[in-house]
Each structure stands twice: as C-alpha cells, then as structure tokens.
C-alpha cells in the first residue's frame, strides 16, 4: 500500500522556465559583485540551505559582510525580487498539476531527476517516476529525460502509478 507521494518541486510542479528566475547571476550584479565572488559563499552553503540549516536570507546577509557590501534596505531588495521570482513559478502551472495533486490527495516519489533524487528514492524502496511534462530541449535544464526510469508526459499520469 502507498502510504505517502512526495515530489520534488522545481520542474516537476512548477517550473522555471517561463520565467525569468532571481538566481545567483541576478542577486551577484544587485550587489555589485561578480558571480565568482558571490559564488564563494553561495555555493558551499547549498547543502545547509537544502537541509534547512540556514536560510536565503542568512547566506545573503554572510555574502554581503563577508564582501563588506551590507545593507539592509538592499538585503529586504534581495529578498523581495526573489519572493517574486519565486510567486511567478506559480502563475504558468501545467494544467494538469492541480487535479493531479487533489487525485493523490489520499493516497509516492515523483521528480525531474535533478540532484540525484529519483536514484536516491528507489534506493530507499520508493517506486519513482520522472516528470518529463516540463522537459525542454535547449533550456540547459541540469537533467534530461534518464531512460532508465518510467517518463510521465502529464502530470494527470501520475494517477494512473498509484
């Protein structure tokens, strides 16, 4: 019996590339520093930040002291842009997510493939799906399509696994 669904967000749920993202090239050129210089920070703080050990917030405010260009007003800024960075993923939702998402209400690992997550979850048991429904070609997407695991086309196929 399945007892749980869980699913990845970025790409799977929402997407990205209807959009234009607030990322680290944007937050870099805001605070008046090159990507490489914001990246010292940013990028080792990424399993932190995965595993809520520290927030957006906090890893922005350590990058801006430790590049002695902090301020609060551009902090808030910062902050701002990407909550309505992230706001707008919701609004070019695949129109099959919701009805997808009230049929599973009761009753499972879905994900792009990105950062290991279907390996990991099959290798803990979990029968797991690729959502392919926001695959683009020539997006530069981190993941293809990985032939190795079942393709779902639309999010409304997700209930015909369950």
Request: with cysteine; net charge negative.
């Amino acid at each position: 019996m399945i007892r749980a669904v869980i699913f990845d967000m970025y790409e799977t749920l929402v997407t990205m590339t209807r959009s234009v993202p607030y990322k680290g090239t944007n937050i870099a050129k805001d605070l008046g520093l090159a990507e490489s210089v914001f990246r010292e920070v940013w990028n080792p703080s990424d399993n932190e930040r995965t595993l809520g050990k520290t927030t957006f917030e906090d890893t922005i405010r350590l990058s801006m002291k430790v590049n002695d260009c902090f301020s609060e007003s551009l902090l808030q800024e910062i902050i701002r842009k990407r909550q309505d960075a992230e706001r707008e993923y919701f609004n070019h939702l695949n129109p099959g997510i919701i009805p997808m998402l009230q049929g599973l209400k009761e009753r499972l690992y879905v994900g792009d493939g990105g950062s290991r997550e279907l390996e990991t979850a099959q290798a803990v048991g979990m029968k797991t799906v690729q959502a392919a429904w926001y695959l683009c070609e020539g997006f530069g997407q981190p993941v293809g399509r990985k032939p190795e695991f079942e393709q779902l086309e639309k999010p409304e196929d997700v209930l015909g696994q369950v």
